[in-house]
């Protein structure tokens, strides 16, 4: 697609359930991150993909939170048994990961609310 | 994890005004990215700068890249009601990690 996807739009859980929140970024851009947004806060880093190298999964908050990327493309991020102090905004951002080209780009992200 | 400091953290001005934005860092970084969010939107690049001393403009906007390679500033001119938003600055670090580094952002409100 001509932009970043991500799906759901709004997400509304039960406290303990798992949820998936999903990626698509541009084609051909071998850099991908999730973010974490708090109303009216900053981008909380939660894990950077680029190329095939490991992950840098050094924002993830905890054991419950993890991603996969297939195939270099598709992004899941996954909350295990999600909190009330989950609920934020998800962003998903992806950019072509060169030196000189690492301008990154923006779904519209994710609402997640935990009930 | 490491972030950038970026001031202030919130503006508010009348419309009209000129805004000017800042972010710092204690390490040296090839590249600094301004963007901009709209209430639920994803951030928008506004302005991207890959050379220390670089002045790049945007129509009102006007970006530099410090000559010290550890800071860059954001000037908007004549600011205007659709300039309300939260203003982020980003960079990458000069060395093998291309991973993005934020800024916590500022908001600026304007009056009309």
């Known amino acids: 697609g001509a932009g970043v996807s991500q799906s759901p739009s709004n997400k509304v859980t039960e406290k303990g359930k798992d949820v998936e929140l999903r990626c698509d970024p541009i084609?051909?851009?071998?850099?991908l991150y999730w973010y974490r947004q708090s109303l009216g806060q900053g981008l909380e880093f939660l894990i950077y993909?680029?190329?095939?190298?490991?992950?840098?999964k050094s924002g993830l908050p905890s054991d419950r939170f993890s991603a996969e990327r297939t195939g270099g493309s598709v992004s899941t991020l996954t909350i295990q048994r999600t909190q009330q102090e989950d609920s934020a905004v998800y962003l998903c951002?992806?950019?072509?990961?060169?030196?000189?080209?690492?301008?990154?780009?923006f779904g519209q992200g994710t609402r997640l609310t935990v009930v | 994890g490491q972030q950038l400091n970026q001031s202030p953290q919130s503006m508010f001005i009348q419309e009209g005004e000129d805004v000017s934005m800042n972010c710092t860092s204690s390490?040296?970084?090839?590249?600094w990215l301004w963007y901009k969010q709209d209430p639920g939107e994803g951030p928008v690049l506004l302005i991207a700068?890959?050379?220390a001393g670089e002045l790049t403009s945007n129509g009102r906007l006007t970006a530099q890249f410090g000559i010290t390679r550890k800071d860059s500033f954001l000037n908007i001119s004549a600011s205007i009601p659709s300039d309300v938003g939260i203003y982020f600055c980003?960079?990458?670090?000069?060395?093998?990690?291309?991973?993005?580094?934020w800024g916590l952002g500022t908001s600026l409100a304007v009056n009309p």
């Open positions: 993909f680029q190329g095939n190298s490991a992950p840098d």
């Open positions: 980003a960079g990458q670090r000069a060395g093998n990690n291309r991973k993005l580094i």
């Open positions: 390490s040296i970084f090839n590249t």
């Open positions: 700068l890959y050379k």
């Open positions: 951002a992806s950019s072509f990961g060169g030196a000189l080209d690492t301008e990154a780009f």
């Open positions: 084609s051909g851009h071998t850099a």
